[in-house]
Structure formats: structure tokens, C-alpha cells
């Protein structure tokens, strides 16, 4: 659920939008009207996601009008309510087709070219030793399989990554001398869970190890002086063009 704070701030800033275009005598649509007041607190208001999914990729594109009206209207299984008691017939015509305006957007703004950024995520860019797209690449990383960021969004994530202290490489030391190495996945009192670069999910008791971690984060930080501008955009077309659900991340075992 979205906080109320949010909320208010979403429909403020909304309001504010409508009440400028309309003393330019600029009415929006009729679809962008009911899209900002009954979708996008879950999907964003450009429709890239947020509590709920991105609808903006190819594998939503792909669905008909009507198919897409049937989900405004009935809803869906992932968690999403049906507005049939809420909107009209002519309500879900008109929001389908300003959701189909958001995703021609959407596209506009993604450069590059996927197929290069493809070569580079599973060559010289060395992403896939970490993360993992339709069942190809690393564990320690999130698999991008399918992720709601808008291409701005992978940008900064790419070159500018989040300093997070549970996203450093964990070396734990048992007593009979075998070690263990990756990112912490849960931690307690007792014990530590580590996900190895194989996939595996390993639970270690601290009575019986030591833990050393190191000072930095573990995804890079230089892909913004690493790689050039072009590849930079190739990259990120690439990532942005994922969007089947992610796959299983391994097994686990106790030590």
C-alpha cells in the first residue's frame, strides 16, 4: 500500500497539473483523467511502476484493447481490483487507450541499441557475473529479468549504485577452516545466511565462524568512466527491453 503522505502528495501534484492546463484552456483527456485518479498511485504516472507492475513493456503492449479493458474492468489475479462498479464503459475505452499514449512514451525515451547492450551485459560489462536475465548469469545480483524502473531510473542505478551495507562481499571462516563467500541474504543474533556466486543459499551458526566483510560496496561504481556515453545507452536499452518474470535463485543447505 502506498503511504498516505505519498498519496497526498500524488494527488497535490496532480491537481496542480489539471488546474494549470486548464487556465490554458487545455483540458486533459479524458483518459489521462481517470488513469491519474484510479491507477496511478499503484502503476505510476507514467505507468512504469511502482506499488504495483510496469505497464509500459512490450509484454503488456502485446495485449489487445479489449484484453486490457477486461483487466480494468475485472481485474486481475496479481492483486489488482476491478473498477467495473467504479468506471463506465466509455471511462475504460478512453484510459486504455491514454495508457497506450504512456507507452508509446515510454518507448521515445529509451535509447540505445538492446542488442549491443545484450553483448556488453554478457561480455565486457561483466554484469552477468552478477545478475541474471531469463535464466542466463550470476546469482549474488538482483535478477533483471523483470524490473518496474523507467530507463532514467536503470541509468543512475547503473553508474550512481546505492552504498548499501547488507551489499558487500562476506567471507565467514568455520572453525575446521572452510570458507564461505557472498552477500548476506538474513541475519540474526545467531546466524548468518550468505547466497554463494553458484546460487546457494548457505545458513552458517556464529558460535562456529568468523565473519569478515569488506569496506566496499560490491557493485561497482565506475561503469560511468568504465564505459563510453554509446555503449552507456546500449547498456541501458538493453536492461530496460527484460521484462518476463525472474527465475529461481538456487538451493540452500546448512552448515
Request: with cysteine; proline share 5%.
Amino acid at each position: 500500500m502506498l503511504k498516505p503522505i505519498a498519496i497526498a502528495l500524488l494527488i497535490l501534484g496532480g491537481s496542480a497539473l489539471l488546474a494549470a492546463q486548464s487556465q490554458n484552456n487545455n483540458p486533459p483527456a479524458p483518459g489521462r483523467t481517470v488513469y491519474e485518479s484510479h491507477c496511478a498511485a499503484c502503476h505510476g504516472l507514467d505507468a512504469d511502476g511502482g506499488e504495483a507492475p510496469n505497464i509500459t513493456t512490450p509484454e503488456v503492449q502485446a495485449q489487445s484493447d479489449a484484453q486490457l479493458a477486461t483487466v480494468v474492468h475485472d481485474g486481475h489475479t496479481g492483486g489488482m481490483p476491478g473498477f467495473a462498479g467504479v468506471l463506465s464503459d466509455s471511462d475504460i475505452t478512453a484510459v486504455v487507450k491514454y495508457l497506450r499514449d504512456l507507452q508509446h512514451r515510454s518507448e521515445s525515451t529509451v535509447q540505445g541499441n538492446a542488442a549491443n547492450g545484450k553483448v556488453l551485459f554478457f561480455g565486457s560489462a561483466g554484469c552477468s557475473q552478477c545478475h541474471m536475465i531469463k535464466g542466463e548469469g550470476g546469482f549474488l545480483g538482483a535478477d533483471l529479468s523483470s524490473i518496474p524502473l523507467s530507463a532514467d531510473d536503470i541509468h543512475t542505478a547503473i553508474v550512481a549504485p546505492p552504498d548499501s551495507p547488507t551489499d558487500v562481499l562476506t567471507t565467514v571462516t568455520m572453525k575446521n577452516g572452510r570458507k564461505y563467500s557472498g552477500l548476506v541474504r538474513n541475519e540474526d543474533n545467531f546466524s548468518i545466511q550468505l547466497i554463494e556466486k553458484s546460487g546457494a543459499f548457505i545458513t552458517i551458526d556464529k558460535a562456529n565462524a568468523k565473519i569478515e566483510r569488506a569496506t566496499t560496496p560490491f557493485m561497482p561504481a565506475d561503469y560511468g568512466t568504465r564505459l563510453t556515453s554509446s555503449d552507456l545507452q546500449d547498456l541501458v536499452a538493453y536492461v530496460a527491453s527484460q521484462t518476463h518474470p525472474a527465475s529461481g535463485r538456487g538451493r540452500g543447505r546448512r552448515q
